[in-house]
């Protein structure tokens, strides 16, 4: 923990009192989104102290050209960026002429932050006196409309405490934006246009190189003592900036407020010759819906989608706190809506990563989703790698692989490989098998088999040429290897047979292999179509099946452990726990050569591979990995100690799982890895859901079924969450006494309960 500022609560997050040092920490904790947009809470009004701009569109990306000091062959020619966009909550603020500006006033005062997360609304107020002595009362209040997802709304009052004043609101937009994260300092938008309408104020603008046209639109009202006045404006254009000034002359304990309405439109989704027309349209009727009537359809939906999200838990405010935070900000960052779209590692939050997809989704967004969403969304998120199944195959090709083998991105925007790290971009295979691995997790949680034949069975063929072309046959051990890769644990790079990378390939392959079989006994025109379309011969199957029943595994016969890397035991084994604190993280404070020699994990690769495939181990192999592996875990991977939890939880350790789940919980919250100013870590937020529903309610599909095995940590009273499974809702209710069973639904159906078959019917508890 790095930093404990975040007032316990079980439905906001809430900061009190103004620290200059933590600001843009807390523009990434109290940032906000609705799946199309997002933006890090960064001030209305003007602010010259330390702070991190970020506005961003979904799927609007700059290919930043790559910056590297030596050339490879095979290195993407760029890095793809989610772009920092048009700023539209901007209000400059007078008071008798003199700016408010928090970092230079005399004093401020009683300041409070709070995201409210049930009701999805951002909001800030403050006693401020100003260098010229005038004390004012400010609250401002901000939400992204979930309803009418281009639009966002500020409602931003002052109060006079002091004496009567002139204040004046200046609302702006402003198209003159950089990234924070830019590889040679260029600007990524071109503005285009700056217009006004009657009070609407419009700036046309596109990215450079990719094209993307979007139009950032306003439209502000006055109010005074919360009644709406009319008053004359003055209007300012720049080159990329338009300006309305609203004066009024205000009485001691007058309220004066500016209601804003602004967000964007852009060319994925209007006609890119008429988007002023669109904004227009989407800004009036935002208005005439009104900030009000917006902030309830704001409320309502957020308590639609809670109705399904929650997890609610009893006598640990903290860790309650902590799973909703997570829950929130996954639902602001992916909405499920458009299958063009995914889920950045930052979301909306910051910029690192380049906001871009990563194998994240794949591995620890999809069962959150699937799980509280229509099996849809899920759907969705695979059918954005089909849709990129073509570049993939591009991808290997420049790779020298070939006859349709795959290699999926580790990074990208459009189905390119855009990360120019050699030891990620060549080595980290291991993102491929990810990609087959949710396509069976999807089809053994919701049943819908049409998937693979439909578009699935494409992807697996692609990615199971592209293992056996990857594997190297050793005469000297009559195996099968897997040579030069970085396996999730990525403070090893370019080792020999990392174990997980290998099992990965095998099962694939076998996968892959099993499931044609299915496909040509209960699909036969599918299978013909597919088998012509991608040239399959029974002759390559007899490749593959060499390859994956001859797999090479790095294995300690005295340790009785498989080793993560042929080297492994080579190295000096030193367990976390004598590690000087002053060494951590080692990723910040050690060379990058004292880590790859060192023993230390990032994450532990073969418990990942456990994780995936833990039907293929008894317990006690799992225990005695854990063992081996966990106390030379660091755990600064954000992906690290959600899996930790799960399997500390399934053997029972349950005072381990529990401070698994805490830091995987409270990972940005409390800052374990002193870097959420840069934003916060929103795909391993999906590893906390998983903490729970799969770590401490043991929920697994056995022979087509719902299993659980339910614990409850000491700290907590009762904990309840809800699946929706093959479309009928199954909520369950833990405390340490019981656990009971709810159906929403419409047929009974049977669930596994540590072990045992229990039928729940409709509308009707069960109680075990």
Same mark, same amino acid.
Request: proline share 2%; glycine share 6%; net charge negative.
């Given at each position: 923990?790095?930093?404990?500022?975040?007032?316990?609560?079980?439905?906001?997050i809430?900061?009190?009192?103004?620290?200059?040092?933590?600001?843009?920490?807390?523009?990434?904790?109290?940032?906000?989104?609705?799946?199309? =947009?997002?933006q890090?809470?960064?001030?209305?009004?003007?602010?010259?102290?330390?702070?991190?701009?970020?506005?961003?569109?979904?799927?609007v990306?700059?290919?930043?050209?790559?910056?590297?000091?030596? +050339?490879?062959?095979?290195?993407?020619?760029?890095?793809?960026?989610?772009?920092?966009?048009?700023?539209?909550?901007?209000?400059?603020?007078?008071?008798?002429g003199?700016?408010?500006?928090?970092?230079?006033?005399?004093?401020?005062?009683?300041?409070?932050?709070?995201?409210?997360?049930?009701?999805?609304?951002?909001?800030?107020?403050?006693?401020?006196?100003?260098?010229?002595?005038?004390l004012?009362?400010?609250?401002?209040?901000?939400?992204?409309?979930?309803?009418?997802?281009?639009?966002?709304?500020?409602?931003?009052?002052?109060?006079?405490?002091?004496?009567?004043?002139?204040?004046t609101?200046?609302?702006?937009?402003?198209?003159?934006i950089?990234?924070?994260?830019?590889?040679?300092?260029?600007k990524?938008?071109?503005?285009?246009?700056?217009s006004s309408?009657?009070?609407?104020?419009?700036?046309?603008?596109?990215?450079?190189?990719?094209?993307f046209?979007?139009?950032?639109?306003?439209?502000?009202?006055?109010?005074?003592?919360?009644?709406?006045?009319?008053?004359e404006?003055k209007?300012?254009k720049e080159?990329?900036?338009?300006?309305?000034s609203?004066?009024?002359?205000?009485?001691?304990?007058?309220?004066?407020?500016?209601q804003?309405?602004?967000?964007?439109?852009?060319? =994925?989704?209007?006609? *890119?010759?008429?988007?002023?027309?669109?904004?227009?349209?989407?800004? %009036?009727?935002?208005?005439?819906?009104?900030?009000?009537?917006?902030?309830?359809?704001?409320?309502d939906? +957020?308590?639609?989608?809670?109705? $399904?999200?929650?997890? @609610?838990i009893?006598?640990?405010?903290?860790?309650?706190?902590?799973? *909703?935070?997570?829950?929130?900000?996954l639902?602001?960052?992916? @909405?499920?809506?458009?299958?063009?779209?995914?889920?950045?590692p930052?979301?909306?939050t910051?910029?690192?990563?380049?906001?871009?997809t990563?194998?994240?989704?794949?591995?620890?967004?999809?069962?959150?989703?699937?799980?509280?969403?229509?099996?849809?969304?899920?759907?969705?998120?695979?059918?954005?790698?089909?849709?990129?199944?073509?570049?993939?195959?591009?991808?290997?090709?420049?790779?020298?692989?070939?006859?349709?083998?795959?290699?999926?991105?580790?990074?990208?925007?459009?189905?390119?490989e855009?990360?120019?790290?050699?030891?990620?971009?060549?080595?980290?295979?291991?993102?491929n098998?990810? $990609?087959?691995?949710a396509?069976?997790?999807?089809?053994?949680?919701?049943?819908?088999?049409?998937?693979?034949?439909e578009?699935?069975?494409?992807?697996?063929?692609?990615?199971?040429?592209?293992?056996?072309?990857?594997a190297?046959? @050793?005469?000297d051990?009559?195996?099968? $290897?897997?040579?030069?890769?970085?396996?999730?644990?990525?403070?090893?790079?370019?080792?020999?047979?990392?174990?997980?990378?290998?099992?990965?390939?095998?099962?694939?392959?076998?996968?892959?292999?099993?499931?044609?079989?299915?496909?040509?006994?209960?699909?036969?025109?599918?299978?013909?179509?597919?088998?012509?379309?991608?040239?399959?011969?029974?002759?390559?199957?007899?490749?593959?099946?060499?390859?994956s029943?001859? =797999?090479?595994?790095?294995?300690?016969?005295h340790?009785?452990?498989?080793?993560?890397?042929?080297?492994?035991?080579?190295?000096?084994?030193?367990?976390?726990?004598?590690?000087?604190?002053?060494?951590?993280?080692?990723?910040?404070?050690? %060379?990058?050569? *004292?880590?790859?020699?060192?023993?230390?994990?990032?994450?532990?690769?073969?418990?990942?591979?456990?994780?995936?495939?833990?039907?293929?181990?008894?317990?006690?192999?799992?225990?005695?990995?854990?063992?081996?592996?966990?106390?030379?875990?660091?755990?600064?991977?954000?992906?690290?100690?959600?899996?930790?939890?799960?399997?500390?939880?399934?053997?029972?350790?349950?005072?381990?799982?529990?401070?698994?789940?805490?830091?995987?919980?409270?990972?940005?919250?409390?800052?374990?890895?002193?870097?959420?100013?840069?934003?916060?870590?929103?795909?391993?937020?999906?590893?906390?859901?998983?903490?729970?529903?799969?770590?401490?309610?043991? $929920?697994?599909?056995?022979?087509?079924?719902?299993?659980?095995?339910? *614990?409850?940590?000491?700290?907590?009273?009762a904990?309840?969450?809800?699946?929706?499974?093959?479309?009928?809702?199954?909520?369950?209710?833990v @405390?340490?006494?019981?656990?009971?069973?709810?159906?929403?639904?419409?047929?009974?159906?049977?669930?596994?309960?540590?072990?045992?078959?229990?039928?729940?019917?409709?509308?009707?508890?069960?109680?075990?």
């Amino acid at each position: 923990m790095n930093q404990d500022y975040i007032q316990p609560d079980n439905w906001s997050i809430i900061e009190e009192g103004f620290e200059k040092d933590r600001v843009e920490s807390s523009e990434s904790l109290f940032s906000i989104g609705n799946g199309k =947009m997002g933006q890090r809470a960064n001030f209305e009004e003007q602010y010259s102290g330390e702070t991190f701009q970020g506005s961003y569109i979904a799927g609007v990306y700059y290919p930043d050209k790559t910056k590297v000091g030596w +050339w490879k062959n095979g290195y993407p020619e760029y890095f793809a960026k989610v772009l920092n966009a048009p700023n539209w909550i901007g209000i400059n603020i007078f008071v008798n002429g003199e700016t408010l500006d928090l970092n230079t006033c005399i004093k401020v005062e009683d300041y409070r932050r709070e995201l409210n997360m049930k009701e999805g609304w951002y909001q800030r107020s403050f006693v401020a006196t100003l260098p010229n002595n005038i004390l004012i009362r400010v609250e401002a209040t901000r939400f992204l409309s979930l309803e009418l997802d281009e639009v966002g709304a500020i409602d931003y009052q002052i109060e006079l405490i002091s004496g009567d004043a002139t204040i004046t609101f200046q609302p702006y937009l402003d198209s003159g934006i950089s990234n924070m994260d830019a590889n040679w300092e260029e600007k990524f938008w071109e503005t285009i246009e700056v217009s006004s309408s009657e009070n609407q104020g419009f700036i046309v603008s596109k990215t450079l190189k990719t094209e993307f046209h979007a139009c950032t639109f306003m439209q502000s009202e006055v109010l005074l003592n919360g009644k709406k006045v009319e008053l004359e404006y003055k209007e300012e254009k720049e080159i990329d900036k338009i300006s309305f000034s609203y004066k009024i002359s205000a009485e001691k304990g007058d309220v004066v407020s500016l209601q804003k309405f602004a967000g964007y439109v852009t060319d =994925m989704n209007h006609d *890119r010759n008429e988007l002023i027309a669109a904004a227009k349209n989407v800004v %009036s009727t935002a208005v005439s819906i009104g900030y009000r009537g917006l902030l309830q359809d704001q409320k309502d939906a +957020w308590e639609k989608t809670w109705e $399904m999200a929650d997890i @609610s838990i009893s006598g640990d405010v903290k860790a309650q706190q902590g799973i *909703r935070f997570n829950i929130f900000q996954l639902n602001q960052t992916y @909405s499920g809506k458009d299958e063009r779209l995914n889920i950045g590692p930052k979301g909306f939050t910051g910029e690192k990563y380049g906001g871009s997809t990563y194998w994240d989704t794949e591995a620890y967004c999809i069962p959150f989703y699937m799980a509280t969403k229509d099996q849809q969304v899920a759907r969705n998120l695979l059918s954005y790698r089909y849709n990129h199944l073509d570049k993939a195959i591009e991808n290997a090709e420049k790779l020298g692989f070939t006859n349709g083998a795959a290699l999926y991105p580790m990074v990208t925007m459009n189905g390119e490989e855009s990360h120019n790290e050699w030891e990620i971009t060549f080595e980290e295979i291991h993102r491929n098998g990810a $990609m087959v691995f949710a396509i069976y997790n999807y089809v053994r949680y919701t049943g819908d088999f049409d998937y693979i034949p439909e578009k699935g069975l494409e992807v697996m063929i692609a990615v199971a040429r592209f293992w056996q072309q990857r594997a190297t046959f @050793s005469n000297d051990k009559n195996k099968f $290897m897997i040579l030069g890769v970085t396996g999730p644990n990525e403070y090893e790079n370019n080792v020999n047979n990392n174990w997980y990378t290998n099992f990965l390939a095998k099962w694939c392959i076998e996968y892959c292999l099993e499931t044609l079989k299915k496909v040509k006994d209960g699909h036969a025109e599918d299978y013909d179509r597919i088998f012509g379309l991608t040239n399959l011969s029974d002759g390559e199957l007899m490749k593959w099946k060499e390859v994956s029943d001859n =797999m090479y595994f790095p294995y300690s016969d005295h340790l009785e452990v498989f080793l993560q890397q042929d080297g492994f035991l080579d190295k000096e084994l030193i367990p976390v726990e004598n590690l000087d604190k002053k060494h951590r993280p080692i990723n910040q404070k050690w %060379s990058w050569d *004292r880590i790859l020699r060192s023993c230390y994990i990032k994450q532990a690769d073969v418990l990942q591979g456990f994780y995936f495939f833990e039907d293929q181990f008894e317990e006690k192999e799992l225990a005695r990995h854990f063992d081996f592996y966990e106390p030379l875990t660091v755990h600064e991977s954000s992906l690290s100690p959600c899996v930790h939890s799960i399997q500390a939880a399934k053997l029972g350790r349950m005072k381990q799982a529990y401070e698994f789940y805490v830091r995987t919980a409270r990972l940005d919250l409390d800052d374990y890895n002193h870097e959420v100013k840069e934003g916060c870590h929103i795909t391993s937020m999906a590893g906390t859901w998983m903490s729970i529903v799969e770590g401490f309610g043991g $929920m697994r599909i056995v022979n087509d079924q719902l299993s659980f095995n339910p *614990r409850i940590p000491e700290e907590w009273d009762a904990y309840s969450f809800k699946v929706n499974f093959r479309n009928q809702i199954v909520k369950v209710e833990v @405390s340490k006494e019981k656990t009971c069973f709810n159906l929403e639904g419409t047929a009974a159906i049977n669930i596994l309960v540590k072990g045992k078959s229990i039928e729940v019917h409709p509308n009707s508890a069960v109680e075990v």
